[in-house]
């Protein structure tokens, strides 16, 4: 059975940082490519926005314009995590953070976890 479970979301000032991670089990991790996607308020679930994504081939990275150089994913393998690294956040990044993993053709997603960034 597939489980991605995300953790790490909360309130937080602008300029802060915030470190989300996502554990997966039930296929092999180390062949899937691993997403983070956001969802701000007010937008539909077909709205969600490719924050950044990690390969499993070669770990290379790509990210949306609007966090580059702000946010890093990574992976761990042998952990079965993939991360995301969020610095100097803005109030534009409110919204709910999604994992998703692609393995085999199929994707299969985390719960949201909320972040929140506010004075």
């Known amino acids: 059975q597939v489980q991605v479970v995300v953790s790490g979301g909360g309130l937080v000032q602008p300029g802060g940082s915030l470190r989300l991670s996502c554990a997966a089990s039930g296929f092999i991790f180390s062949n899937a490519g691993m997403s983070w996607y956001r969802q701000a308020p007010g937008k539909e679930r077909k709205e969600r926005e490719l924050v950044a994504f990690i390969t499993y081939t070669d770990g290379v990275t790509h990210y949306a314009d609007s966090v580059k150089g702000r946010f890093t994913i990574s992976r761990d393998n042998a952990k079965n995590t993939v991360y995301l690294q969020m610095n100097s956040l803005e109030p534009e990044d409110t919204a709910v953070y999604y994992c998703?993993?692609?393995?085999?053709?199929?994707?299969?997603w985390g719960q949201g976890t909320q972040v929140t960034v506010s004075s």
């Open positions: 998703s993993a692609r393995y085999q053709g199929r994707s299969y």
